[in-house]
C-alpha cells in the first residue's frame, strides 16, 4: 500500500451538477478525513469517520455536501447541486488510531464549476 | 474554538542557510498536538515535525526543529542548511486529545529556497 489515493485528480463541471469523489485510505487506517483547500488558504475541516461511523461534520458541509464511508474502507464525498464557491481542493487523509495518529494526505481532487 | 495564526504569507531564503517560520495559536485546551506540514508545488501535504503539549522538549526531526513556547503559545519551525527541495507551502496546524481528531490549519507560509 502506497498511501492515500484520490480520484478523480481534477474534475470540471457545470454549475448545478451532481459530482462525486472517491476516496482510498491507507490500508487498516480506521479514521479517514476530509478537508478542503481554497486558493492561498489552509485546508479547512469537513467531516471525519471512525471506520464507517461518521462522527463530526462542520457547519462548513452544507445539506448539499453528504459523505459516506459504507464498509469502513474507501469513502465518497457527493456534492448536489454544485456552485461556483465549491471550487476548491478536496483533501483525504486517514490515521490509524492505535498505533500512529498522523495524518496522512492524498493528492487531492480539485474541482472547478463553471 | 481553536485559531491557528501564521503571519508571514511569504519568505524566501538562500540555499544552506537558517530560516523560521512563525505560529501562534489559540486555544483552551490542555491537551493538544502541533504539526508542521509541508505542500510542495502541485504535490500533497506531508508531515514534516509534530509536537505533543504536555512534552516541554522541542521535536526535532534531521534539518527541522521546533520552538515550542506553550505560555505564549507559539510554535515555529526552523529549517537549517535549506534546500531547494525545502521550496513549499507550510502549514502550521494544531489537533486536541490524542491527535486522532480534526486538524486546524493556520493559512499557510509560501517557503523558497534561492540557489
Known amino acids: 500500500d502506497t498511501g492515500v489515493s484520490q480520484d478523480p485528480r481534477h474534475k470540471i463541471t457545470k454549475r448545478g451538477q451532481n459530482v462525486t469523489f472517491r476516496c482510498d485510505p491507507i490500508?487498516?487506517?480506521?479514521?479517514l478525513y476530509w478537508y478542503r483547500q481554497t486558493l492561498g488558504q489552509g485546508p479547512e475541516f469537513l467531516t471525519y469517520?471512525?471506520?464507517?461511523?461518521?462522527?463530526?461534520k462542520s457547519r462548513l458541509l452544507s445539506d448539499r455536501f453528504s459523505a459516506e464511508r459504507p464498509k469502513g474502507s474507501f469513502s465518497t464525498l457527493e456534492i448536489q447541486r454544485t456552485e461556483q464557491g465549491d471550487s476548491a481542493m478536496y483533501l483525504c487523509?486517514?490515521?490509524?488510531?492505535?498505533?500512529?495518529?498522523?495524518?496522512?494526505f492524498g493528492p487531492g481532487t480539485r474541482l472547478t464549476v463553471l | 474554538a481553536q485559531t491557528v495564526t501564521q503571519s508571514q504569507p511569504e519568505m524566501s531564503v538562500q540555499e544552506a542557510e537558517t530560516v523560521t517560520l512563525s505560529c501562534t495559536y489559540d486555544?483552551?485546551?490542555?491537551?493538544?498536538?502541533l504539526f508542521w506540514y509541508k505542500q510542495p508545488p502541485s504535490r500533497q501535504m506531508i508531515l514534516v515535525i509534530r509536537q505533543e503539549a504536555y512534552k516541554q522538549q522541542n521535536a526535532t526531526e534531521n534539518r527541522f526543529s521546533v520552538n515550542f513556547q506553550k505560555a505564549a503559545k507559539s510554535f515555529s519551525l526552523k529549517i537549517s542548511d535549506s534546500q531547494l527541495g525545502d521550496t513549499a507551502m507550510y502549514f502550521c496546524?494544531?489537533?486536541?486529545?490524542?491527535?486522532?481528531?480534526?486538524?486546524?490549519f493556520g493559512k499557510g507560509t509560501r517557503l523558497s529556497v534561492i540557489a
Open positions: 487523509a486517514s490515521s490509524a488510531t492505535i498505533t500512529e495518529d498522523t495524518q496522512y
Open positions: 490500508s487498516e487506517h480506521n479514521r
Open positions: 496546524a494544531f489537533n486536541k486529545d490524542s491527535g486522532n481528531t480534526p486538524l486546524v
Open positions: 486555544t483552551s485546551e490542555n491537551n493538544y498536538y
Open positions: 469517520f471512525q471506520n464507517e461511523a461518521q462522527l463530526e
